[in-house]
Every structure is written in structure tokens, then in C-alpha cells.
């Protein structure tokens, strides 16, 4: 079976959107989906723990964290294409089997770097269930549905995100750092448990005589690995070895398409990156989950050093944008089936840049109420751009191409936090002019906060502006 008669067998027929079938299905994908959110946020209020458990330092003990959502960026994409080829369900399945066992190593690991090894493999699972829970959404929803259903998708991360730290630090109040990994095996067991009784069967056997693109998956993951690493290393401090590091992220790119244009099956066709619509809405999903990244970088010194709130409050506060994002999600996929997907993208973008611009705005005296208003507002926008840009996306993708269509969408939110965690938090820092936020005075800290919104306004205004071209260009 070549690569062009591979993708055209037609996808099987999706289920009633009514039906128990439907419903059982999205719930296990929603349940895998919140796995791999909350594997990330509880992990991340262990940190200290774990800094005391092996004895080691803050920078050690992050690499619990780095770890895992460097395994998820560099091969999600990778991971989509495979799907595509040995078949989605059997690959979806395989994921959850090895996200739950590394939970369990993790659960027991005696050293730190055994730990951070597990979350490493671990990552690699969530990447399958990221690019792949997406990617089935089209077999298993009718088309009037498939904004619904990604709305309930986005819910369920956000659901994850925002009960991750509460639910970590609960769990290890009561029971110790280890039970925040155990917890993912049940839930994992039920995920799977639903998706094999109501998961459609794969359409094609496994493809035979279609090589997997193993150079470009190399060139891409060394490319996104020397990126990330060259974002994160160094405390915020960008020196000569991120410079370095840049250049390697370069230099792999080009590599990367040189591979492609010639490779027999490649694991990013570039007529795809070239079809304009899709690459405006890959763009302005790297630049709105940046900006969104910014709020949980900005928000905590804002916050505490800028209005006084005590580390409970600052959590509380915190907690209002993936509560919004939760509550919105389902609406949010609602509205993308009725108005259309180009109209609610430009709308839940709209809302984004007016929340911005409140922010950037908004006097240092309207205290908790004129931070957390803007906010659910860019959460909400966000909710919806989410949906309607993942449908709008996967929609125009060919049957053959659905998995590494949506492990590309995952990759550019990954990349967009990454990037909006190193670069606005920067923008934040240098407009403070100190070294360190947390001495600043409050006047100082308000005043950073404001302009880096005004930062933020302008890249989802450009984001906005990108999406707008692309919709003209198709009528």
C-alpha cells in the first residue's frame, strides 16, 4: 500500500451524535486528555517536596517537570504521523499502557535521576494521548458535533490544569509525594476501559510498504529539543550557550525541510504548512497560548509583590482562568458549531486582545477585581479560539493526515508556552529594571505587569490579524 492510497481510505462512518456509543468514546478521550494536563500541574506543587526527599537543589528537582514536557513537544508531532500509519486506536491504547506504567515506576523511583528518567517516558505516552484524542475527534462525532466535542475537550484540560495543584497538594499532605503519580493508574485503567468498548475499530490494517520517516523525526526532535532547552536553561539568564543552543534549533530546521522535500513519507507534508488558513491558525496557536502562559508567569508576582496577597490568595486568584476555561469550554464548542468556525475564531481572538488591553490599562487601585475580571475574560476568549481553531483545523485535514495534523496543532501550544513562559516573562523583568520582581516596589511591579500585557494586546492582535488575511483569502 503506497502513501497516497493509504490516505485515501475513507475514515468509518461516526457514530449518532446522540448515541451511547458517541458519548462513551469522548468520555474516554476527555478522561485521557485531563491525564496528561494533571500530570503536569501536580507535578509541579511537588517541587519543593521533592527538593527535600532526595536532597536536592531547585534546579535538579525542576527536570521532573522539564523532563516530561520536553518529551511531549519533541515527539508529539511524530507520534500523530504514526497513528496515521500502524492505526490511531491501537497506538491511543499503547500510550495510556505506557503512561500508566511509568506512573507506577515514578511512584517508586529511589533516585531523582530515576524520577526524572520515568517522567521523561512518561511524557512520551502523554504525547500519544495529546495528538491522538484530538485526531479521533472526527471519527467519532458527526461534523455539526466536532465543535462540541472539542469543547469538551478543552474543558477537561483545563479541568485537569486547575485541579492538579489542589489535588497534588492533598495527596501529598495525606499520603506523600508518590501518591500524585499512583493516582494516574485507576484513571488511566478507566480511560481505557471506555475507549476499548467504544473507541471505533481502526479503518486499515497496518500499512505495509509505508517507511515511517525516522531522519525527520530525528531532525524534528533534536530541532524542538535544542529550542525548548535554549528557552529554559539558565534561570532566564540568555547566554552565550542558549545562543549556541539557537543556532543548533536552526540549523536543525532547515535540515528538517531539506528531509521532507525528499523523504518518501514524511512526517509533515509542507503543502500542508503552505495552505495558508492552516498555517495562520498553527501561528496564532503558538502566539495565543503564549500570551496565556504569561498570565500564570506575570500573575503570581502581580499578585503577591504588586498588590500584597498572601500565597493562599495569590492561589485562589490564580485559579479563576482554568475555572473560566472549564466553564466555557462546552458553550465555547457550542457557539463554533452554530456561528461557524472562522467567525468564533476571530471572536474568542477579539476577546483575548480586549482582556489585554484592560490589563495594560487598568489602574494599580482596582486591586483583585481589575486582574481577575480581564482575566476570565482572555479565558473565555481563549476557550473559544481553542475550539473553533482546532475544528476549523482538522476539518480541512485528509483522513491520512488527522494524526499529524493534531500532534502539529499540540506542538505549536507547546512551543507557544515555552516561548511565552521565557520571552514575556523577560519583557516582564526588563520592564521592571531589577533582578529580582519579588524585592520591587508595588508601584514598579503594577507597572510591568501593564506593559506586558500592552506586549500581549499587540501579539494577539497580530494573531487576529494573521487569521482575518486567511479567512478573506478563501472567499
Known amino acids: 500500500m503506497d502513501v497516497a492510497t493509504a490516505r485515501a481510505i475513507p475514515p468509518p462512518v461516526a457514530a449518532a451524535p446522540n448515541s451511547g456509543q458517541a458519548r462513551g468514546a469522548l468520555a474516554g478521550l476527555s478522561l485521557a486528555g485531563l491525564l496528561a494536563s494533571l500530570a503536569t500541574s501536580s507535578a509541579n506543587v511537588a517541587l519543593p517536596t521533592l527538593a527535600g526527599a532526595f536532597a536536592a537543589s531547585f534546579q535538579a ?42 506512573s507506577v515506576v515514578s511512584s517508586v523511583a529511589p533516585s531523582l535521576s530515576l524520577l526524572i528518567a520515568a517522567r521523561f517516558v512518561q511524557g512520551l505516552g502523554a504525547a500519544v494521548m495529546l495528538a491522538l484524542t484530538v485526531a479521533f475527534v472526527g471519527r467519532v462525532a458527526s461534523k455539526e458535533r466536532i465543535g462540541s466535542a472539542m469543547g469538551l475537550l478543552g474543558t477537561t484540560s483545563a479541568i485537569g490544569t486547575a485541579l492538579g495543584p489542589s489535588v497534588g497538594g492533598t495527596l501529598i499532605d495525606l499520603l506523600g509525594w508518590r501518591a500524585i503519580f499512583l493516582i494516574n493508574v485507576p484513571l488511566a485503567a478507566v480511560s481505557a476501559a471506555l475507549l476499548v468498548r467504544y473507541l471505533p475499530p481502526d479503518s486499515m490494517a497496518p500499512a505495509r510498504g509505508v517507511r515511517f520517516d525516522h531522519r525527520g523525526t530525528w531532525w524534528l526532535g533534536a530541532t524542538l529539543a535544542a529550542y525548548a532547552l535554549a528557552l529554559t536553561l539558565g534561570r532566564g539568564a540568555f547566554g552565550l550557550f542558549n545562543a549556541a543552543l539557537l543556532g543548533v534549533a536552526l540549523v536543525g530546521l532547515a535540515a528538517f525541510a531539506h528531509t521532507e522535500r525528499s523523504a518518501e513519507a514524511p512526517l509533515i507534508r509542507m503543502e500542508l504548512l503552505r495552505e495558508f488558513g492552516t498555517s495562520a491558525g498553527l501561528v496564532a496557536n503558538l502566539l495565543v497560548s503564549a500570551v496565556l502562559m504569561a498570565t500564570l508567569i506575570v500573575g503570581p508576582f502581580h499578585l503577591s509583590s504588586g498588590l500584597g496577597l498572601q500565597a493562599r490568595d495569590v492561589g485562589l486568584v490564580l485559579s479563576v482562568g482554568p475555572c473560566v476555561a472549564a466553564v466555557t469550554g462546552v458553550p465555547a464548542g457550542r457557539l463554533v458549531d452554530r456561528a461557524g468556525p472562522r467567525r468564533a475564531v476571530l471572536l474568542g481572538l477579539s476577546g483575548v486582545v480586549f482582556g489585554s488591553l484592560v490589563l495594560a490599562l487598568m489602574p494599580e487601585a482596582a486591586g483583585v477585581p481589575g486582574y481577575a475580571g480581564p482575566i476570565a475574560v482572555m479565558t473565555a476568549g481563549y476557550a473559544l479560539f481553542q475550539a473553533a481553531n482546532t475544528t476549523s483545523i482538522m476539518q480541512a485535514a485528509a483522513a491520512g493526515d488527522r494524526g499529524v495534523v493534531a500532534g502539529t496543532l499540540t506542538l505549536s501550544r507547546n512551543l507557544g ?4 513562559a521565557c520571552v514575556l516573562g523577560a519583557v516582564f523583568v526588563a520592564a521592571a529594571g531589577v533582578s529580582d520582581v519579588a524585592l520591587a516596589p508595588p508601584a514598579v511591579v503594577a507597572s510591568a505587569t501593564r506593559f506586558t500585557f500592552a506586549v500581549a494586546a499587540a501579539v494577539t492582535l497580530a494573531a487576529l490579524v494573521g487569521v482575518a488575511r486567511a479567512g478573506a483569502s478563501r472567499v
Open 417 to 420: 508556552l515555552v516561548t511565552g
Open 61 to 102: 528537582v525542576q527536570w521532573v517537570v522539564i523532563a516530561y514536557l520536553l518529551a511531549v513537544t519533541t515527539s508529539v508531532v511524530a507520534f500523530g504521523r504514526l497513528g496515521d500509519l500502524v492505526g490511531p486506536r491501537r497506538l491511543l491504547l499503547a500510550g495510556l499502557l505506557l503512561f500508566a506504567a511509568t
